[in-house]
C-alpha cells in the first residue's frame, strides 16, 4: 500500500488535526505498520477512544483501497500530499505546509511566480479599481494572482487574473464541494476550469470562522509576497500579512484615503515597513529575476511610455496622487476636499488646476470636481 494513501486517510479521519500529523511523521510512525493497528496502539498516541474506533476502521487496507478508488473514479479533483512531486515547492517550504491538498483546475500554476492579493470583503470603488488595475498589471507580466475567493477585493481579483487570461488560484476555506459565498458558484466553475481552486479541507467540510485563518496561511505560503489592497485595521487580510511574515515573504500594501476606515489595516502595514504599492511595477522590480523569460522587461518599457506622458496616474506628484485617490471616492465640491486633505486653500487650488492640466480631473458646475 502507498503511503501516501494512509497520510491521506488520516489527514480526512475526523478528530484528527495537522499537528498530531506531523508528529506522527517526524516520529517515524507513517508506515504500513498503522494498517495493523488496534485501538489500544491508537489510543497510546494520545486519542479518544472514538476518535481510535474510526482510525481502526479508516486506515484498515480494504478500507484504504476503497479510498484510492473512489479518488481515481472523479478525475476533476486531484488529491496531493507533501509525499508528491506536484506538491507545489512554495507552500512546501512555508512554516505550516498542510498535509494534503485537493485541486480543480490547472495545477500547472503552481510552478508559476505568484502574488497573493488580498482585502476587504466591502470595498470602496477605490479599493475595486486598485484591484482590478494592480492584478490585470500582474497577470500581464506573467504572475499568477493567488486569492481566497471571498467576496469583495478577493473575488475582483479573481475576475480581473481571468478576464486578462492571467492565471489564478482560489484558495477555499471548505470542502471542494460547498462554495462560499454561495454567490461565487459561476466564479467557482471558471475558475476551475480556466485558473485553479484548492484546499486542505475534506468534501463535506462547511464554512466556519476558525478555518478561514488557517486557508490565509496557505495563500501566503504559495506566494512570493503577499498585496494587501483595502483592509481595516480588524481584516482578516493583515492575518494573511502576518503568516507571509512568518513564511520570510515579502508584504505589500496599497495606500488609501486616510481618513477612510477601509484604509487603516493598509496604512499600518506601511509604518510597519509595509512596501507601499501605486502601481504593478513597484512589485515587479522587487522580482525580476522570477519573471519569465520575454516579459520581464515589458514593466519596464511600460514606465518608459509613462516618463513619456506625464499625465499617467502613476507619475503624478505624490499630493497630486493623494488628492486624486480622494477624488476617486466620487465627486466632492471644495469645501469638501478641504476637509479631506486639510490643505490650505491656496495649496488644493493648485494641486487641483495640476491634474485639471494633466486631464486627471475635471470641474463640472458648482465646484465640484471629478475623476476622469
Known amino acids: 500500500m502507498d503511503i501516501r494513501w494512509l497520510l491521506i486517510a488520516l489527514h480526512e479521519t475526523k478528530g484528527v488535526g495537522r499537528k498530531s500529523i506531523s ?21 497510546a498516541q494520545g486519542f479518544q477512544v472514538e476518535i481510535s474506533k474510526r482510525l481502526v476502521q479508516n486506515l484498515s487496507e480494504t478500507a484504504l483501497l476503497m479510498k484510492q478508488k473512489e479518488k481515481e473514479c472523479d478525475p476533476a479533483v486531484q488529491t496531493l500530499t507533501l509525499l508528491d512531486q506536484d506538491y507545489p515547492a512554495m507552500l512546501k517550504e512555508s512554516p505550516d505546509p498542510p498535509h494534503v ?57 479573481h475576475e480581473a487574473a481571468l478576464l486578462c487570461g492571467g492565471g489564478t488560484i482560489a484558495v477555499m476555506a471548505t470542502g471542494m464541494d460547498i462554495v462560499y459565498p454561495p454567490e461565487n458558484r459561476s466564479l467557482f466553475i471558471r475558475m476551475a476550469k480556466d ?8 468534501p463535506g467540510t462547511k464554512p466556519h470562522p476558525g478555518l478561514f ?3 490565509n496561511r496557505i495563500i501566503a505560503g504559495l506566494s512570493l509576497g503577499t498585496l494587501v489592497v483595502e483592509a481595516d485595521e480588524r481584516s482578516g487580510s493583515l492575518i494573511t500579512a502576518d503568516a507571509a511574515l512568518d513564511a520570510g515573504r515579502d508584504v505589500f500594501a496599497v495606500p488609501g484615503q486616510v481618513t477612510s476606515p477601509k484604509s487603516r489595516g493598509a496604512l499600518h502595514l506601511i509604518r510597519q515597513g509595509a ?33 513619456a506622458s506625464p499625465c499617467k496616474e502613476g507619475h503624478l506628484t505624490t499630493d497630486e496622487l ?15 476636499l478641504l476637509q479631506h486633505s486639510r490643505w490650505d486653500f491656496g495649496h ?25
Open 213 to 215: 485563518p488557517q486557508r
Open 101 to 157: 491538498l485537493y485541486a480543480r483546475g490547472n495545477i500547472g500554476l503552481f510552478s508559476s511566480p505568484a502574488i497573493a492579493m488580498v482585502g476587504t470583503r466591502v470595498p470602496t470603488a477605490y479599493g475595486k479599481k486598485m484591484g482590478e488595475m494592480l492584478a490585470r498589471g500582474l497577470c500581464e507580466e506573467g504572475l499568477t494572482v493567488i486569492s481566497g475567493l471571498a467576496r469583495g477585493i478577493d473575488s475582483i481579483c
Open 322 to 336: 493623494r488628492l486624486y485617490h480622494i477624488l476617486e471616492q466620487g465627486p466632492f465640491t471644495l469645501d469638501e
Open 23 to 43: 508528529r506522527m511523521i517526524s516520529d517515524g510512525l507513517l508506515t504500513e505498520e498503522m494498517m495493523e493497528w488496534g485501538n489500544r496502539e491508537w489510543e
Open 275 to 307: 512596501k507601499m504599492v501605486c502601481e504593478a511595477a513597484d512589485i515587479l522590480e522587487e522580482y525580476d529575476s522570477w519573471l519569465p523569460k520575454g516579459l520581464k522587461n515589458t514593466y519596464n518599457r511600460e514606465r518608459q511610455v509613462q516618463e
Open 195 to 202: 485558473g485553479l481552486v484548492i484546499t486542505e479541507y475534506p
Open 348 to 372: 488644493l487650488h493648485s494641486v487641483l488646476l495640476s491634474l485639471i492640466i494633466k486631464k486627471q480631473i475635471t470641474q463640472l458646475p458648482g465646484a465640484i470636481y471629478k475623476t476622469i
